[in-house]
């Protein structure tokens, strides 16, 4: 089944709206996204769409390829399979683009082209050592998360991480990877014990349709403060590396 959803940056219309922040201390589980908030990545989304594009013979300069990169500009967050099925319609083109993104994206990860954002895994380490579980979510299928996770050395770092086909295949803005990371970890008694964290609007408004107790954003990736808020955001912080104290309510 094809993914709906619409373009630019997703707002709450028509989704609960995001309750008032619970007490941060109460929360037990954390869901984080990866590339824009734990992971810098050197924009390696546009050069790898890049080489998924030319693959289905999107001519590079033109208006089509211009028109089709602002909205995995504006799209970014969304599971990667959703954006190619609004840019190719067809599903064997869609499946087509997905599969040269990511082999794109896989070699410029072994490339070493990507780092975590300064603080990251100290603060993800701080997190679980004050007793809360992380769980690192991805838009990426499984192929890419792995290759990023190997790159830095991150594969024990978390009990959990999540791609949209451990969900069930439906990816971000849909709530499905963090309500599957709560049901996977059984970290938590009710979704009001979850955080969810991310740089874009559809990392907050997936927080938002879970009734995540906390949907934070940060501004180490993608989009806006205005951005995230709008999406439901009720905080947004300067990077991850705040979260640890965010969460012991010392801020």
Not at 16 to 32: F, G, H, M, N
Not at 81 to 110: C, M, P, T, W
Request: hydrophobic share 45%; charged share 20%.
């Amino acid at each position: 089944m094809t993914d709906t959803h619409t373009s630019g940056t997703p707002g709450t219309s028509g989704t609960p709206a995001a309750s008032e922040t619970r007490d941060a201390r109460e929360l037990r589980l954390v869901v984080l996204d990866m590339a824009g908030t734990t992971v810098a990545d050197g924009g390696l989304v546009e050069r790898a769409f890049a080489a998924a594009a030319a693959e289905l013979g999107v001519e590079p300069g033109s208006a089509d390829h211009a028109d089709k990169l602002a909205y995995v500009r504006a799209t970014m967050g969304e599971s990667k399979i959703s954006v190619f099925r609004h840019l190719f319609g067809a599903e064997d083109l869609a499946q087509k683009a997905n599969a040269a993104f990511e082999r794109a994206y896989g070699e410029l990860v072994d490339g070493g082209l990507v780092a975590e954002i300064p603080g990251a895994r100290e603060a993800i380490e701080e997190i679980q050592a004050d007793g809360r579980t992380v769980v690192l979510t991805t838009g990426f299928a499984r192929v890419t998360q792995d290759a990023i996770l190997d790159a830095l050395g991150w594969r024990d770092l978390v009990p959990l991480t999540l791609c949209p086909a451990d969900a069930g295949g439906r990816g971000r803005p849909y709530p499905d990877m963090v309500l599957t990371a709560l049901l996977r970890t059984r970290a938590a008694d009710a979704v009001h014990q979850v955080a969810v964290v991310g740089d874009t609007s559809y990392d907050a408004l997936s927080g938002v349709r879970a009734g995540a107790g906390l949907v934070a954003g940060v501004l180490t990736g993608a989009h806006t403060e205005p951005e995230l808020r709008a999406a439901g955001a009720t905080q947004v912080l300067p990077s991850v590396a705040a979260l640890p104290a965010l969460l012991r309510g010392e801020r």
